[in-house]
Structures are given as structure tokens and as C-alpha cells.
T-cell receptor, first 114, second 113 residues
Framework: RKEVEQDPGPFNVPEGATVAFNCTYS??????FFWYRQDCRKEPKLLMS???SGNEDGRFTAQLNRASQYISLLIRDSKLSDSATYLC???????????????FGQGTILTVHP | DGGITQSPKYLFRKEGQNVTLSCEQN?????MYWYRQDPGQGLRLIYY???????QKGDIAEGYSVSREKKESFPLTVTSAQKNPTAFYLC????????????FGAGSRLTVL
């Protein structure tokens, strides 16, 4: 089982649609969770952190379910500009060392069409 | 503006040649990282450095080497021992080791002919 696993998609949705992605992680000791966005042939950029209580940033909502070991990203009212690859990132924890390992999922491709 | 500069953006290499990818940051970050990205796969950690003159192997270090002689610079050498070097290479930095937010460079795309 992969440490961090995402449905690769692609998800093809019309403008205005609501779309949700899930990401599962294998290490129950994982400490921190994030969504990064990567445009085609560009570098990843932090979209949002995922907090235990869930958090919202405009049209984007992130949630964490520790019991089932998954995080989710919900995008409401999709825009053409939301088309990108969304990477799930998990800090697996350092186990006593100073480096907390960040593990990336393979990404979920989203295409929003007119 | 502060950021990370990677060069070259595109690089072509013949089999058997070593190549060095440059990564420079002016963010005054202590930690720097090299990742490799292949189509349909997530980023995989090659090497990381928590502080100047120190670096550690990541998950896929074989066939790669790095140095960290200056805080601003973390070059990656792809050696001829790397069996499948064609990939997109991303350099990143963080304010300190263990920080969760990474700033990435624009990447270097290496193709072996």
C-alpha cells in the first residue's frame, strides 16, 4: 500500500460544478496535512493546510478524518482556472529526528470545461 | 523578490554523461530539498539538507550527488549511474528543517537522449 494515495482522475467537470477529491494515508502517526496545486509543467504551490476541525478558504474546503485516515478537498463553483493537478501532502512525523518527512501523493488531475 | 532559481530549465544529456542542476535561493532558508517527478507519480525525495555543510539521502538517492557549501546553493549532480534519469527535477526550500511549507523552484526538465 502506498503511503499516500490519491485517485489520479482525471476529473472532468463543467464550470460551476462541485467536485471533491479524497486522499488516504497509511501512517496513523501522521501529523500534518496539506493540499498543493500544480499547474501543467509548473512547480507545486501550497493551496491550503488541513486542520483537524476542517477549514475553508473561499470556494475550497479541506477536511481531515483521522479515524479513517483520509483527507478531502472540496471545490465549489468550479472555475476554468481551477484546472490543475492537486497534490495531497502528508507529514509522516519525524520519530524523534528533526526532519519531518513530507510525502506526496501522485496527484489528482482536474479539468474544468466551459 | 525572494525565491528559488533553478537552471537550466531544459537539459538534454547523452547516456554516460554527468550533469549538474543548479538551485539557488535568496529566502535565507536553512533547509533545501531535491525532488524528482515522473508522469503519474508524486514527488519523490532525492536528497535534503537541513543546514550548510550537511545533507542526507532521501528515498531515491542512488545515482545522484549533492553539496551544500553555501546556505543559498544546493546543486544536484545526476551521474551516469542513474539508470533512468529522464524526469522533472524540483528544488525546494523551507525556513527550517521539519517545516511543512515548501517553496519550490520552477523545475528543471532533464531528457536523456
Amino acid at each position: 500500500r502506498k503511503e499516500v494515495e490519491q485517485d489520479p482522475g482525471p476529473f472532468n467537470v463543467p464550470e460551476g460544478a462541485t467536485v471533491a477529491f479524497n486522499c488516504t494515508y497509511s501512517n496513523s502517526a501522521s501529523q500534518s496535512f496539506f493540499w498543493y496545486r500544480q499547474d501543467c509543467r509548473k512547480e507545486p504551490k501550497l493551496l491550503m493546510s488541513v486542520y483537524s476541525s476542517g477549514n475553508e478558504d473561499g470556494r475550497f474546503t479541506a477536511q481531515l478524518n483521522r479515524a479513517s485516515q483520509y483527507i478531502s478537498l472540496l471545490i465549489r463553483d468550479s472555475k476554468l482556472s481551477d484546472s490543475a493537478t492537486y497534490l495531497c501532502v502528508v507529514n509522516m512525523g519525524a520519530g524523534g529526528t528533526s526532519y519531518g518527512k513530507l510525502t506526496f501523493g501522485q496527484g489528482t488531475i482536474l479539468t474544468v470545461h466551459p | 523578490d525572494g525565491g528559488i532559481t533553478q537552471s537550466p530549465k531544459y537539459l538534454f544529456r547523452k547516456e554516460g554523461q554527468n550533469v549538474t542542476l543548479s538551485c539557488e535561493q535568496n529566502l535565507n532558508h536553512d533547509a533545501m530539498y531535491w525532488y524528482r517527478q515522473d508522469p503519474g507519480q508524486g514527488l519523490r525525495l532525492i536528497y535534503y539538507s537541513q543546514i550548510v555543510n550537511d545533507f542526507q539521502k532521501g528515498d531515491i538517492a542512488e545515482g545522484y550527488s549533492v553539496s551544500r557549501e553555501k546556505k543559498e546553493s544546493f546543486p544536484l549532480t545526476v551521474t551516469s549511474a542513474q539508470k533512468n534519469p529522464t524526469a522533472f527535477y524540483l528544488c525546494a526550500s523551507a525556513a527550517y528543517s521539519g517545516a511543512n511549507v515548501l517553496t519550490f523552484g520552477a523545475g528543471s526538465r532533464l531528457t536523456v537522449l
